[in-house]
């Protein structure tokens, strides 16, 4: 049984016309209430909202998380805010009249952009223009991948479409190149983009800033392309039913042409319709469409029922679909457990299995922590069988490849390794594509310098508590000849600065599984693993289960002290081992602290922090191979941090290290320095 049942041409078009009507009314005026916001996309695709949700899309506005809905995506941000949320208040989404009228009001739930998990209907944070049309590859992934896991010869339990609103800014963003190239080479054919192509920017008309032929450039990836009046409902519909039927392993892209503004003749077409400027004219252009001007907010009765006749219409499709899973549930127990505990993840969860079941590394070995998690991401693939893992064309660098589980590809959408090509941006986007959809736990890799080209990506994954994880690996100047423009001495102070993102740098092979362990609990946010490239020795002062559970808690007691306490060395990564070659030094007054991750640290409760590091405790160094400025909170006014404040250098890695000061030494003269002055 099919979800699209419901779906038909029979197309009511004055009821449609009429909805789009209402819809751009809602959106005029929440516009001008709350006297900002943006009124020309609204108003130039209502014609193309009122085919979507009055007759094609698969959708159920009370079930609104249904797992085999379409995933209607809306890429531009701002500039389809009151677009959306006027059709999810008309569809019947939890959306009420008085959340449209509080449009951008401190704590709606319709905000100026559109945010995941704040307004049911909203599939994704878009946030920068061009990530909304690459994270919904993602999805189409996704999708691909239920079928393949789930679906079998006797029930088709998934078979929805990922369907994306962008524009002509989404359009010209370089993301969306890699991620439109990306589709096609993979074959989505699940994925339908309409294009919104008014030919507008914010500063001026769009041929502007772009003369490209984007229908050829889309034919030259290899997508399905058509090109219609935006304004010609049954076109449109035509459209997108034809593309929704095409099973020719190609993406589909509709180029609607529309007008920006439309129906405000005073800035219709032009970049002026942009923002709220049209506000000042929408009075008569309400009596131009039949809304009465001295209304505000007007929803009326003939459109309230043809939207009750259309979520009746959905319903019965939604109860076909719960009959089919009932049944496809009691012949597939096991696939049905895996489906449902994907689906109801705990924000934490519980790991401790995990953690017990990864063997522990010989004492004997001293290999790079890239080296160790690629035998640890083994064990978490075994442990989360929707784990898949991606490279942006690093797998022999960055060691993430899951053995013995395929390749996703055309002829493969099971697979479990993504091969995403030299696109680290569109990979990253991807990546939170496949964490909207919800089932999968997805993971990216490529070389810790090149996650400034991904970080809008995971900062939208962190806003939108996406849970997945990427490897990131060459992580300091220890890469050595590569040289400066590979030695990310800044980067882990620019990543740690992101709320919401659990930073990891593990010491060892064994806090290596503890972070896997980490990035295995945390289903509220991304979680960055930052791997060595050069080889760490195996810290075996330190007790296994120590290590592994101190990442947990994101910093721990590595050596305790064995006189008064006096000194506290921290660090993390490969520059623990530093501390703890200082401490032997230095003597038994001195405690070396783990701090694999600042965010987990901070997290714990004060007892805890002070059991670590206690306050009255001010002679305290921390060592890392990066910029100073992440660890003034743990070392006060009284510490010294030994770091790298400037770019690195090229030769060999162990030369680059004693030219920069990140050694032993170097910690012993702090710490005997700090405690000097502090005598």
């Known amino acids: 049984m099919s979800s699209y049942e419901h779906l038909d041409l029979n197309l009511d078009l004055p009821a449609l016309k009429h ?91 319709t905000p100026g952009h559109p945010e995941f998990h704040e307004t049911p209907g909203v599939e994704a944070t878009t946030g920068p223009l061009g990530t909304g049309v690459s994270s919904a590859v993602g999805i189409a992934c996704a999708q691909k991948m ?22 002509d800014g989404c359009m010209q963003e370089g993301v969306s190149h890699e991620a439109c190239s990306f589709a096609a080479h993979e074959g989505l054919d699940n994925l339908i983009v309409i294009y919104d192509a008014n030919e507008v920017t914010l500063d001026a008309m769009a041929d502007k800033t772009q003369s490209e032929d984007t229908a050829m450039r889309f034919r030259a990836y290899g997508w399905d392309v058509v090109t219609i009046h935006g304004h010609d409902v049954e076109a449109f519909a035509c459209a997108y039913a034809l593309a929704h039927k095409s099973k020719n392993s190609k993406p589909k892209l509709i180029i609607v042409k529309t007008i920006i503004g439309f129906g405000i003749k005073e800035v219709q077409g032009t970049n002026k319709a942009h923002g ?35 979520q009746a219409k959905l319903d019965s499709a939604y109860q076909k679909w719960v009959a089919v899973y009932d049944s496809w549930k009691a012949a597939n127990s096991a696939k049905a457990a895996l489906l449902e ?60 490849y899951i053995k013995g589980a395929g390749d996703f590809s055309k002829t493969d959408r099971s697979g ?31 070389f810790f310098t090149f996650s400034d080209f991904l970080r809008p990506a995971f900062r939208l994954g962190a806003l939108s508590h996406l849970p997945y994880f990427h490897i990131f690996t060459h992580d300091s100047i220890g890469v050595g000849e590569d040289g400066p423009t590979h030695q990310p001495v800044e980067t882990l102070a620019a990543v740690r600065a992101i709320p919401n993102c659990d930073v990891i740098r593990p010491a060892d092979p064994e806090e290596t599984v503890g972070a896997y362990a980490a990035a295995l609990e945390n289903n509220n946010g991304p979680t960055l693993l930052i791997f060595s490239r050069q ?11 120590t290590r592994r559970e101190g990442v947990l808690k994101g910093g721990y007691i590595a050596i305790k002290e064995t006189a ?15 501390c703890i070659k200082a401490a032997a030094t230095l003597g038994p007054h001195v405690r070396v602290v783990s701090l694999p991750s600042f965010k987990r640290f901070d997290a714990q409760d004060a007892e805890y922090k002070e059991s670590v590091l206690p306050k009255k405790i001010r002679a305290r160094v921390a060592i890392e191979a990066a910029v100073s400025q992440s660890w ?22 162990a030369q680059v290290f004693a030219l920069l000061g990140i050694t032993a030494e170097a910690v012993v003269e702090a710490a005997k320095r700090v405690e000097a002055n502090l005598a």
């Open 276 to 310: 709220e400027g049209g506000v000042k004219f929408i009075a008569d252009f309400k009596k131009t469409i039949g809304l009465n001007p001295e209304e505000s907010f007007a929803v009326t009765n003939e459109v309230k029922e043809f939207f009750n006749k259309r």
């Open 341 to 400: 505990a994907a689906i109801d993840r705990p924000k934490k969860a519980d790991v401790s299995a995990f953690l017990s079941s990864v063997p522990e590394f010989k004492p004997t070995d001293e290999i790079a922590t890239r080296k160790a998690s690629e035998t640890v991401l083994q064990e978490a693939a075994k442990y989360d069988p929707l784990l898949v893992s991606g490279s942006a064309d690093l797998h022999g660098s960055t060691l993430n």
């Open 632 to 653: 003034y909170k743990y070392v006060g006014m009284d510490g010294e941090i030994v770091a790298i404040d400037r770019f690195g250098a090229s030769g060999p890695g």
């Open 564 to 578: 008064e306490l006096k000194t506290i060395l921290i660090s993390c990564g490969a520059e623990l081992q530093h």
């Open 19 to 109: 909805a789009a009507t209402i819809s751009r009314g809602l959106s005029m005026d929440a516009v001008a209430i709350c006297k900002s916001g943006h009124l020309g996309l609204p108003l130039g695709c209502a014609d193309i909202g009122s085919v979507l949700f009055g007759n094609l899309l698969s959708y159920h506005p009370v079930h609104d998380k249904w797992i085999n809905r379409d995933r209607s995506r809306k890429a531009m941000g701002i500039l389809i805010s009151m677009f959306l949320y006027s059709w999810l208040h008309l569809a019947g989404y939890k959306v009420s009249l008085q959340d449209v009228k509080d449009f951008r009001k401190l704590g709606s739930i």
């Open 146 to 167: 239920s079928e393949a896991h789930f679906n079998t010869a006797d029930h088709t339990i998934f078979d929805a479409k990922t369907v994306v609103l962008a524009g």
């Open 416 to 446: 479990r390794n993504f091969y995403f090509g030299i696109r680290e941006f569109g990979m990253g986007c991807i990546v939170n594509g496949i964490a909207y959809h919800g089932i999968f736990r997805p993971s990216g890799a490529t």
């Open 535 to 545: 080889n760490v020795p195996n810290l075996n002062a330190i007790p296994v289960q």
